[in-house]
């Protein structure tokens, strides 16, 4: 499922998902056993919470980029500076752009959730769409 990429003595672990909203789930599965792994067990709640939002915006972000096109989405996890960090990686070339809150929508909160449980985030754009990364406490 994941790999080991990057520079020598550094882990990066990398997985790539489907834009389907099952890839939540996967991403979820695939973080709490590599937090175990990379012994950050204590963070796997907030990652899982960050990781959901991080994925849901990236598989919409996907569809909208290429519809009826089968995209791909890539998720890394490693640590930075002692602390893990998770990247997500799409297709679509827009900013994600948090919203005020509005709590009897079903959506626009995730990028708020992910600001209140990270220490920091933001987003790059790369050759190919952009990465929104979260870096955890």
């Not at 991403?27 to 056993?33: E, L, S």
């Not at 919409?60 to 998720?75: D, E, K, V």
């Not at 990247?87 to 909160?109: H, I, L, T, Y």
Request: aromatic fraction near 6%; proline fraction near 8%; charged fraction near 20%.
């Amino acid at each position: 499922m994941g790999a080991i990429i990057g520079v020598p003595g550094k882990v990066r672990l990398e997985v790539n998902l489907v834009p389907v909203p099952q890839s939540v789930a996967i991403a979820r599965v695939f973080v709490r056993h590599q937090l175990i792994s990379l012994r950050y067990a204590d963070r796997i709640e907030d990652a899982s919470q960050i990781v959901s939002e991080l994925v849901t915006n990236a598989v919409r972000a996907t569809a909208s980029a290429s519809p009826g096109a089968l995209g791909r989405i890539r998720l890394f996890l490693g640590p930075h500076h002692g602390r893990p960090l998770l990247e997500v990686w799409d297709s679509s070339p827009e900013p994600p752009v948090p919203r005020e809150p509005d709590f009897r929508s079903e959506s626009g909160r995730g990028l708020n959730i992910v600001r209140s449980l990270a220490i920091d985030f933001g987003w790059y754009e790369t050759e190919g769409g952009k990465t929104v990364w979260a870096l955890l406490r």
